[in-house]
């Protein structure tokens, strides 16, 4: 199912969620200037597990002398790389449909923290599944995921204009959401520990990001009335 809209955001466009839009089409169009170099790009900048888990081993210096980053900070950088087209696309979707209602309850500085935080947090469940792979993780996913999480608790009452070829449907966002998670569960657990990035997706960072975000989404939020009052 594809989300078309949400009925909660009051605005689309609110400027931390457009700031890590663009910041993730920026990115993208470098990494597709870069031609054959892209590799290399994504190569050095994604989170590997198995480096992350190791890096208590390692002296903790932003650049070894390979020349490569050190690991605990691909997992930062890792969030805004993308495998393609259909990749990048479709998680900024997620984010442009979900992220504005949630930026609106957190506020801005909240909900920039938030993001990383979530990103963090699903980075996290996929180094603990799967703490001696070698496959790289790019993507914004995990930490879009902490934000689908933030929504289900903030806005239960929402609804989502969805489309599955030919339909076009309305789904209560609890629904929704609870439908992709499943989705999400069921892949990782079917991959297991040993296989936690089963068929290219990184299926434990998703649960990881979306339960963070349950977790924390009520944290960072304002309470209601102070949204209200802010409106005035």
Do not use: C
């Amino acid at each position: 199912m594809i989300p078309l809209r949400d009925d909660v955001a009051r605005r689309r466009l609110t400027p931390v969620n457009t700031l890590l839009i663009a910041a993730n089409l920026a990115v993208f169009a470098y990494e597709v200037s870069l031609g054959g170099r892209a590799e290399a790009f994504v190569t050095h900048y994604a989170m590997v597990p198995a480096l992350v888990a190791r890096a208590h081993l390692h002296r903790a210096t932003l650049i070894d002398a390979r020349g490569r980053l050190w690991a605990p900070f691909t997992v930062i950088t890792s969030m805004f790389i993308h495998g393609g087209l259909g990749h990048v696309l479709g998680n900024m979707l997620y984010l442009f449909i979900f992220g504005p209602a949630v930026e609106e309850r957190t506020g801005a500085a909240h909900y920039l923290s938030f993001y990383l935080l979530s990103g963090i947090a699903s980075a996290a469940a996929t180094v603990a599944m799967a703490p001696q792979s070698l496959v790289p993780v790019i993507g914004a996913s995990g930490a879009i995921a902490g934000v689908l999480g933030a929504y289900f608790i903030l806005y239960p009452r929402g609804s989502i204009l969805a489309f599955f070829p030919p339909f076009f449907f309305r789904l209560p966002a609890v629904v929704y959401l609870i439908l992709w998670f499943a989705a999400q569960l069921y892949w990782g657990i079917s991959s297991g520990a040993a296989g936690a990035l089963l068929g290219g997706v990184a299926w434990w960072a998703h649960v990881g990001g979306f339960l963070f975000g349950v977790a924390a989404g009520p944290i960072a939020a304002r309470p209601p009335n102070k949204r209200r009052s802010a409106r005035r």
